[in-house]
């Protein structure tokens, strides 16, 4: 098999895995939080208040997209809008305590979930697949 064959179906791969995950999320899902929203509220915890379209480079989804999170986060009391204080035309999106309050909640579910996924690797593979991402993001160990 060439690489480039090789490729496609490491692409074809992920993607299943990625689509597996989001499935095992949802099935289990008692918060009614969907892993984007997750996602998104994480980002805002560590970095702060951020634009939509900061959020929706971020989390690789459509600005419409985005939207909709922002709604259904804002909506649930887990995020609000607030408008930037350099420029009154820009609205960022700022995690509540409510949000803080869920976020803690399913971390325990996201360790089970990610336990889960990665079950069928032993630690060697799990170590050599932690190098292999380092490697591909240019993150030092």
């Known amino acids: 098999m060439s690489k480039h064959e090789q490729l496609v179906e490491l692409f074809g791969l992920i993607r ?7 499935q095992e999320w949802s099935r289990d899902n008692d918060q009614d939080i969907s892993l984007s929203q997750v996602q998104a509220l994480d980002i805002l915890a560590s970095e702060g208040p951020k634009s939509s379209t900061y959020l929706a480079q971020f989390l690789g989804v459509t600005s419409g997209g985005m939207t909709v999170i922002s709604d259904k986060l804002v909506r649930q009391n887990l995020a609000r809008r ?3 204080a350099s420029d009154r035309r820009v609205v960022k999106l700022e995690i509540t305590e409510e949000g803080h309050a869920a976020l803690k909640t399913v971390q325990d579910k996201r360790i089970a979930l990610t336990e889960k996924m990665f079950s069928p690797l032993d630690e060697a593979e799990v170590d050599s697949l932690i190098a292999i991402y380092r490697k591909l993001l240019n993150v030092d160990s």
């Open 16 to 22: 299943l895995h990625n689509r597996l995950w989001r």
């Open 82 to 84: 607030i408008n930037d």
